[in-house]
């Protein structure tokens, strides 16, 4: 025997309670405790004070349709757990369709009523409430453990990213130890030899002495701009501010900075004044949207590795070409050029070749190149040849749906 359900029968015909009632106490595959209300008022109030598992609901009552009760029982919601099967005097198809819709789950006619189809009918409707329960127990549990996989991704993910940003913290402290002691150590020995004999020194040698100290400690400023530009980045903080850039005159203006930078005192007696940049553009660089300060930091951190990785110097070449709907431009050298099976790394932050020696720097230019190219929607590829040099080639769309 199966466990006891709760049935609740509403009919004002004292008989046809009874007769109900008769039925169903001789199933042998399930018990009731029934329960009987003459009206839809007493139905309605016998709702509200118990859970039923099914009701037996007479389509004519002397306060209210089947169909009103129907009603007020999902208005008020007094029919979760409940299915109701509607009796009625006459069969009415229309009025079966009808009662159906507003969720009867079945629909007897009294005159051919016995006792098998009633068991029968309460029984289907029990178990198939039963499978509903299962089912929507089943949805409530996958979406919990949904829920719990999300958060578990989420919280990993999170967890990544903190891992991600102390590494990188701690790399950064790592450079920044490393790569500020050697300017360091010259600044502080131009500084103390100008301080102890400069009224000694003439003063071709206290220029010197002077460029030294303002060489090594742009290159000091760079490494922090460097790091806190990359910091930006690991931090998602970077903006894309996209406006229409005339790339001509926008690389003109920059190759005439690096040729300054060039052409001071200091750094033409470190290259014996041998790097020499060549521009070149052909095709349709028109039309182009794109942000100046991601594309200044691109350019810049190509060019100034190509020039410190070629210390015998030679020509830097940067080439514009501009296409319908993109835009390619590339920086080559023919300088130390990268190991071949150290070339797919070089674009992690912290990543250089084994050949640098002795050559400074942090890792980071093509790092940061690499962002700024791709919030731009692009790609950004090199190839290179142990000592024949570097093409970084960056391909850029005319307009970026990022």
């Known amino acids: ?95 079966a369709v009808q009662a159906m819709k507003k969720g009867v789950q079945d629909y007897l006619v009294k005159q051919h009523l016995k006792p098998d189809v009633l068991q029968l009918a309460v029984r289907k409707v029990i178990q198939h409430s039963d499978l509903q329960t299962v089912l929507t127990k089943t949805r409530e549990r996958q979406r919990f453990m949904l829920k719990q996989a999300e958060l578990l991704a989420q919280t990993q993910a999170a967890l990544r990213k903190e891992q991600k940003l102390n590494a990188f913290k701690s790399q950064m402290m790592t450079t920044v130890s490393y790569e500020y002691r050697t300017p360091l150590a010259s600044i502080l020995a131009a500084t103390s030899t100008l301080k102890q004999h400069g009224v000694k020194l003439d003063e071709s040698k206290q220029e010197k002495f002077l460029q030294i100290i303002e060489h090594k400690a742009r290159y000091m400023a760079k490494l922090v701009d460097d790091l806190l530009v990359f910091n930006q980045f690991e931090s998602n903080k970077a903006q894309f501010k996209p406006q229409p850039l005339d790339l001509y005159h926008f690389f003109s203006g920059l190759i005439e900075e690096q040729q300054e930078k060039l052409s001071d005192s200091y750094a033409a007696a470190q290259s014996a004044d041998r790097h020499h940049l060549v521009y070149e553009i052909t095709g349709n660089y028109k039309g182009f949207w794109g942000d100046g300060g991601l594309l200044r930091q691109i ?76 919030l731009h929607g692009g790609d950004i590829t090199l190839e ?19």
């Open 1 to 95: 025997m199966s466990d006891t359900r709760t049935l609740l029968i509403i009919d004002d015909c004292a008989q046809d309670r009874r007769i109900y009632r008769r039925y169903l106490l001789k199933d042998p595959h399930q018990s009731y405790q029934i329960l009987e209300a003459e009206s839809a008022k007493d139905g309605l109030a016998l709702c509200q004070k118990i859970l039923c598992d099914v009701i037996l609901l007479d389509f004519y009552l002397p306060d209210m349709t089947g169909l009103e009760i129907l009603e007020q029982l999902t208005r008020e919601r007094l029919d979760t757990a409940a299915s109701v099967i509607m009796l009625t005097g006459q069969g009415d198809e229309a009025v």
């Open 299 to 374: 350019f810049v951190n190509l060019i100034s590795n190509a020039i410190k990785f070629s210390p015998d110097g030679g020509e830097i070449e940067f080439h514009l070409i501009g296409g319908e709907e993109q835009v390619i431009f590339y920086v080559k050298d023919k300088g130390i050029g990268i190991p071949i099976n150290e070339q797919e790394n070089l674009f992690q932050a912290f990543s250089r070749g084994s050949n640098v020696d002795t050559i400074p720097g942090t890792g980071l230019g093509l790092a940061i190149a690499k962002v700024c190219v791709e």
């Open 384 to 402: 290179s040849q142990v000592g024949k040099g570097t093409r970084v080639i960056v391909t850029l769309p005319k307009r970026s749906s990022v």
